[in-house]
């Protein structure tokens, strides 16, 4: 019976849904009778002194966004793949309902903002719920649960990505799971029948990536699930260190910057180029002469560790105050310890997607598309290659003193080894 009235709600007609950054009213969304998203400002944030346009591709204006990037921005909010069929289907939504599934998870979005269906009142207290082991454990094993709908209709939980994950808070140590539209703190990766070992996967790849000095997320492995999973600490939150009131930062992806749909994430589908990435870094951020070093670090990294999955929306760009720049870096995975995956790299090097056979020429030609001295793109991936044979070694034996010999550690160091001695045998030499 409670299901029923559920679902009879989602399904209920909405004329406008509200977006709010904190607890400040920003703007509507709604459907116009061509089915097409439509979004405008409110008067009373456009007017505001300390108003900001929510993306790149949404400028503050009077005149309401019909179609276009009015969809794409708040289309990038919601998840992908399985996890999207699986919330559509537990909620009795089509999977091609991009406004209704907002309508029922848009509540914890990344970044600062929330789509709900009425203008949220403050709330003096969050809430949160804890989830002890038993139930992550349940969240493993079990193909009835739904990572997004755990906490029923009022968590109002929603993560892009093709990834089970969940927006859960650490509090003293444990982890809970925000009622009502509290605020998360952290991103539970679960483990991916599919993909095995891959949360391991990723904590190695992200703490390697720490040790050699890129700015990126922290994560550490959750041991308390079995197989493991990954906590990841959210970049688009601050909270004090004495755990005080917890505040949402407010964030873009690329595709979302760029009024790109989730559907066009990868280069070879239209999405965004590397190129395309740096001109949006050295047009937007506060400080692009270290953003644009940083994305040329991340790309190198990227060929080094072997991920071919840094697609557009999974770059973003953070924005605090009048401060933005390019986002910690995240979900950096070794995709090519997994056969089946395609081994081309989501962003191109100079007209190359294949990270086999990137040589010298491919990061010259970078350079000039985008205006940099070849020798600085040379020196930043050089200086990631010494950095990753430097820390390699010394970061594979505290991992498996700290988790236990992982079977992927069989392999994956070895790997990443291998591919930063092709990429600096390739430097060397002009052409192939």
Known sequence: MAHTAVLATLMAPT???????????????????????????????????????????????????????????????????????????????????DFALLRAIGGECAGALS??????PRRSEPRYEPLGDKR???????????????????????????????????IEGEIHLPIDGAPSTHILKLPNRRYAHLPINEAFVMELAARMGLDVVKTELCTRTNPPSLLVKRYDRRQSADEGPV?????????????????????????????????????????????????????????????????????????EGRDASIAPFYDLVSTRHYKGLDAKLAMSVGGSRDMGELHRVHWETLARDVGIAARVVIEAVQEIVERCTETLGSWSKEFRERYGKRPILQTLPDSIKRRARGVSRRLIAPTR
């Open 15 to 97: 004329e406008e849904l509200f977006v709010q950054f904190g607890d400040d009213p920003v703007g509507r969304l709604r459907i116009d009778e061509g089915g097409r998203f439509c979004f405008a400002y409110d008067a009373p944030w456009r007017t505001n002194r300390d108003a900001f346009p929510i993306s790149l591709s949404l400028p503050l204006r009077a005149e309401e966004y019909i179609g276009g990037s009015g969809h794409t921005f708040f289309a990038n909010l919601l998840p992908e793949g399985g996890a999207r069929q699986a919330v559509c289907r537990r909620l009795g939504i089509s999977e091609a309902n």
């Open 115 to 120: 789509i709900v269906t009425k203008a949220r």
């Open 136 to 170: 992550l454990q349940q969240l493993v094993e079990s193909d009835d649960i739904v990572p997004l709908l755990i906490g029923g209709e009022s968590t109002r939980l929603s993560l892009a990505g093709a990834q089970d994950k969940l927006p859960v808070t650490v």
């Open 247 to 319: 505040v949402r930062l407010h964030q873009e992806d690329v595709c979302q910057a760029l009024g790109l749909p989730p559907t066009q994430k990868y280069e070879q589908e239209g999405g965004p180029t590397l190129a395309a990435t740096i001109e949006l870094a050295r047009s937007s951020v506060s400080q692009p002469g270290l953003d644009v070093l940083r994305l040329i670090q991340w790309q190198a990294f990227n060929v080094v560790a072997g991920n071919a999955d840094g697609h557009g929306k999974n770059l973003s760009i953070l924005y």
